[in-house]
């Protein structure tokens, strides 16, 4: 005897309609913020409904002074040949303006996003509206939408924190971590890079960031993101005061701690986590040193004496910076080395000053430092020492920190330095890979 599928049913969740099979268990729902004009139905069945069903049940459900429905259902608004989807049909049936995807969503906190396409609105009677990737929508979605430069190797990819910029123009993941960077309503955050892909075009990079900067608002934040993140240094210490107020720096991709604190990681150029950058979030002002808001103790029992400092022993203080850690005399006040740049592939340790070589004294602390730092960051830790200073014993080979704050690599045949640090007994580590390259700044 045949029977008859049971229709589906909804279900009220909160501010939410929830459309389900007859014999559903649950779903996960996405947490947005209220609006009392615009009612979200998520259709969660294992086939999509009929418009004529989708319209029978909130014919019923619909609270009197909804204004607008959000139609959460994949394709609901990819229009056809004929220009019709079920998203402009239950505009139709309904009276009312329905927004719906033209593609897969991904649930984010206070967020629904489009991977690949946009949200479209359908009013009755009318041609569809584009809306961007991203509802509700962020106060500058629409600011954040212009193409790039013709021709450049530079692709600018939509995601729920505002844009990824990046060289390679294969689609993003539906799993990437990009599409997981928190995004802000009141910041555009640009991802800058991509593992495994080829750097974006400096030039390019340099003018689209520029453009857009004016709408973002009074602050943009940039993420790096693999190694052709090295360019977010020199785009934070360009871009304030000429096309916005200040320029935030986070080091990494958001990552979590064994004990659930967020911590902000590098990414490699296989995509893989690296290490945690000390210097965490950085902000930058026109023609002063970055300044550091957030930061990871190199030594977690000592107390810290300012920000992002600590002694390490009388006269020598660790100091957190934007490219590592700087061993540096207590009476050294010195911005060109919180100047630089980090590395997109190493966790530079600056011992002394770029004037000269430090005294002998240093290396008991910087000993004390090394013994203190987890094996993660001991594997990625690249010394640099002022010109002239002689090798010390037990340390791998160092760069050269030239008198101009410029780091100079060890020469071509020389071991890489990250080599050594197993060597010695009061290390531990090691890496196989090729020696860093230098960021290359446009």
Same mark, same amino acid.
């Given at each position: 005897? %045949?029977?008859?599928?049971?229709?589906?049913?909804?279900?009220?969740?909160?501010?939410?309609?929830?459309?389900?099979? @007859?014999?559903?268990?649950?779903?996960?729902?996405?947490?947005?913020?209220?609006?009392?004009?615009?009612?979200?139905?998520?259709?969660?069945? !294992?086939?999509?409904?009929?418009?004529?069903?989708?319209?029978?049940?909130?014919?019923?459900?619909?609270?009197?002074?909804?204004?607008?429905?959000?139609?959460?259902?994949?394709?609901?608004?990819?229009?056809?040949?004929?220009?019709?989807?079920?998203?402009?049909?239950?505009?139709?049936?309904?009276?009312?303006?329905?927004?719906?995807?033209?593609?897969?969503?991904?649930?984010?906190?206070?967020?629904? *996003?489009?991977?690949?396409?946009?949200?479209?609105? *359908?009013?009755?009677?009318?041609?569809?509206?584009?809306?961007?990737?991203?509802?509700?929508?962020?106060?500058?979605?629409?600011?954040?939408?212009?193409?790039?430069?013709?021709?450049?190797?530079?692709?600018?990819?939509?995601?729920?924190?505002?844009?990824?910029?990046?060289?390679?123009?294969?689609?993003?993941?539906?799993?990437?971590?990009?599409?997981?960077?928190?995004?802000?309503?009141?910041?555009?955050?640009?991802?800058?890079?991509?593992?495994?892909?080829?750097?974006?075009?400096?030039? !390019?990079?340099?003018? /689209?960031?520029?453009?857009?900067?004016?709408?973002?608002?009074?602050?943009?934040?940039?993420?790096? %993101?693999?190694?052709?993140?090295? /360019?977010?240094?020199?785009?934070?210490?360009?871009?304030?005061?000429? !096309?916005?107020?200040?320029?935030?720096?986070?080091?990494?991709?958001?990552?979590?701690?064994?004990?659930?604190?967020?911590?902000?990681?590098?990414?490699?150029? !296989?995509?893989?986590?690296?290490?945690?950058?000390?210097?965490?979030?950085?902000?930058? %002002?026109?023609?002063?040193?970055?300044?550091?808001?957030?930061?990871?103790?190199?030594?977690?029992?000592?107390?810290?004496?300012?920000?992002?400092?600590?002694?390490?022993?009388?006269?020598?203080?660790?100091?957190?910076?934007?490219?590592?850690?700087?061993?540096?005399?207590?009476?050294?006040?010195?911005?060109?080395?919180?100047?630089?740049?980090? @590395?997109?592939?190493?966790?530079?340790?600056?011992?002394?000053?770029?004037?000269?070589?430090?005294?002998?004294?240093?290396?008991?602390?910087?000993?004390?430092?090394?013994?203190?730092?987890?094996?993660?960051?001991?594997? %990625?830790?690249?010394?640099?020492?002022?010109?002239?200073?002689?090798?010390?014993?037990?340390?791998?080979?160092?760069?050269?920190?030239?008198?101009?704050?410029?780091?100079?690599?060890?020469?071509?045949?020389?071991?890489?330095?990250?080599?050594?640090?197993?060597?010695?007994?009061?290390?531990?580590?090691?890496?196989?890979?090729?020696?860093?390259?230098?960021?290359?700044?446009?």
């Amino acid at each position: 005897m %045949y029977e008859r599928t049971p229709a589906p049913m909804i279900r009220q969740r909160g501010s939410l309609l929830l459309v389900v099979d @007859h014999d559903s268990t649950g779903t996960d729902l996405p947490d947005l913020p209220s609006d009392p004009q615009v009612t979200t139905v998520v259709v969660a069945t !294992a086939e999509p409904p009929e418009t004529l069903v989708l319209r029978a049940l909130l014919n019923s459900a619909l609270a009197p002074g909804c204004a607008t429905v959000r139609l959460v259902l994949a394709g609901a608004g990819a229009a056809d040949a004929d220009g019709w989807c079920p998203a402009r049909q239950l505009a139709d049936s309904l009276g009312l303006p329905v927004i719906a995807p033209d593609g897969p969503v991904i649930a984010l906190p206070g967020m629904l *996003f489009v991977v690949g396409g946009g949200w479209w609105t *359908f009013r009755p009677g009318a041609g569809p509206l584009a809306e961007g990737p991203r509802q509700p929508a962020t106060p500058w979605q629409r600011a954040v939408t212009r193409p790039v430069p013709a021709g450049a190797r530079l692709v600018a990819t939509p995601i729920p924190a505002g844009i990824w910029l990046h060289g390679g123009d294969e689609p993003a993941d539906a799993d990437d971590p990009v599409l997981a960077v928190p995004s802000d309503p009141a910041r555009v955050t640009l991802v800058i890079g991509r593992p495994g892909s080829a750097d974006p075009d400096p030039q !390019a990079l340099i003018e /689209y960031v520029r453009e857009l900067a004016p709408a973002a608002g009074d602050e943009l934040v940039l993420v790096p %993101y693999g190694p052709g993140g090295r /360019y977010v240094d020199d785009l934070a210490a360009r871009l304030p005061g000429d !096309a916005v107020a200040a320029v935030r720096v986070d080091a990494g991709l958001v990552g979590a701690e064994p004990d659930g604190a967020t911590v902000r990681i590098v990414v490699d150029d !296989a995509g893989l986590p690296g290490w945690r950058p000390p210097a965490q979030r950085l902000r930058y %002002y026109g023609g002063d040193a970055p300044r550091l808001l957030e930061w990871r103790a190199p030594m977690p029992h000592l107390p810290a004496l300012d920000v992002g400092t600590q002694r390490l022993r009388e006269g020598w203080l660790v100091e957190v910076v934007r490219c590592g850690l700087w061993v540096r005399p207590e009476h050294v006040d010195d911005d060109t080395v919180r100047r630089m740049p980090a @590395h997109p592939e190493r966790l530079l340790l600056l011992v002394g000053t770029p004037s000269g070589p430090p005294a002998a004294t240093v290396w008991p602390a910087v000993r004390w430092l090394l013994d203190a730092l987890p094996d993660n960051e001991l594997r %990625y830790l690249q010394p640099v020492l002022p010109t002239g200073t002689a090798q010390p014993d037990g340390f791998p080979d160092a760069w050269t920190l030239t008198p101009d704050a410029e780091v100079m690599p060890v020469p071509p045949g020389v071991p890489d330095a990250a080599d050594g640090w197993s060597d010695d007994p009061g290390c531990s580590g090691g890496r196989d890979d090729d020696p860093a390259r230098q960021p290359a700044l446009p």
